[in-house]
């Protein structure tokens, strides 16, 4: 697969990424089928692999970190995020306290089995939940080696205010195919700050057709209920491969994440991100 270089990080990671989430934090697709789809993601080229203690409270980091055992996990680009906490019946719960912060940190790194991340996400903070004495506890959490680089994900005008701080190595920020001019000239900015920049969402609105065939074609199916259901987005058919085409040809986003669960997709994706 292509590799990239992240921004002012200088890493070199694949082009394409791994979302270890939705599905893959839910009963609905099998720690098995999870494990084995991750693997041979490894095997395909991808590098990058993204989650969050809020997928499935944590469940989507423990299938990663099962995934990694016996891998090189210095030849990949392990990220996670903290601030979002699963709080039952699909409720979140907000908390970017710095103990919060650094035990969702903890617990994340205990479900890796790993040492650190190579990036730690703040996960939709408020800019005035950006405190000094947040930002120390993170400079502290790094100088130990809990993670490398940090990076701030979001929707909104949270991610203007991460651009402008200066604090941020990393932006992850939807790039969906109706994207405006707000969110694509994000990606412009973030880009010429020097930040790594990271797409998701960029399939978002791909109709699924046919009956569900496997747990995870459920759990895309009840999202895209959702979807229609919600008078906040568009229920407009998006071509997948277009899609990620252009997402991919985008000189401002460095790293395009993807998620699935079918191996079909995941070489098919692989193939489109090729060299």
């Known amino acids: ?54 997928y499935g409270d944590g469940e989507a980091e423990s299938r990663l970190g099962l995934a990694l055992k016996n891998q090189d996990a210095d030849a990949l680009f392990i990220m996670t995020k903290a601030g979002v906490q699963s709080a039952g019946m699909g409720r979140k719960r907000r908390d970017f306290a710095p103990d919060a912060i650094e035990l969702s940190l903890q617990d994340s790194l205990r479900r890796f089995a790993l040492g650190h991340a190579d990036a730690l996400f703040l996960h939709g903070p408020a800019p005035h939940e950006l405190t000094d004495r947040l930002m120390q506890r993170l400079d502290l959490l790094r100088s130990v080696g809990a993670f490398r680089f940090l990076g701030i994900c979001g929707r909104g005008e949270e991610l203007d205010a991460g651009i402008d701080s200066g604090l941020f190595d990393l932006m992850m920020a939807p790039c969906p195919p109706n994207a405006d001019e707000t969110q694509l000239h994000r990606f412009e900015r973030a880009n010429k700050a020097g930040m790594g920049t990271i797409a998701i969402e960029v399939m978002q609105g791909l109709k699924r057709t046919g009956l569900p065939k496997t747990g995870g074609d459920v759990w895309y199916a009840a999202r895209q209920l959702r979807s229609v259901l919600s008078p906040d987005r568009t229920s407009a058919a998006v071509d997948a491969e277009a899609a990620l085409k252009a997402a991919l040809e985008r000189t401002d986003v460095d790293v395009v994440m993807t998620t699935t669960t079918r191996a079909d997709n995941l070489a098919a994706n692989a193939a489109l991100a090729g060299t």
């Open 1 to 54: 697969m292509r590799k990239v270089r992240l921004g002012k990080t200088g890493e070199e990671v694949s082009k394409l990424g791994f979302g270890v989430s939705g599905p893959h934090g839910s009963q609905l697709v099998s720690r098995n089928d999870s494990v084995a789809l991750i693997r041979k993601a490894i095997r395909a080229g991808y590098t990058v692999f993204d989650t969050a203690p809020a």
